[in-house]
């Protein structure tokens, strides 16, 4: 199978831009949970 040809440039910069969304959204959450794990840590001493 042949992958589609018929993509215009606006449908992959639309995609693009999710993926940079929602790998900064997970980052921010990752970096939320980490920033309370070591804030329990300091804290809870």
């Known amino acids: 199978m042949t992958p589609p ?3 215009n440039q ?3 910069a639309r ?3 999710g993926v940079v969304r929602t790998a900064l959204v997970l980052g921010a959450v990752a970096l939320a949970i ?3 794990f ?3 840590g300091v804290l809870g001493a």
């Open 5 to 7: 040809t018929h993509h």
């Open 38 to 40: 070591i804030l329990s």
């Open 34 to 36: 980490y920033v309370a």
């Open 15 to 17: 995609r693009r831009k």
């Open 10 to 12: 606006d449908d992959t």
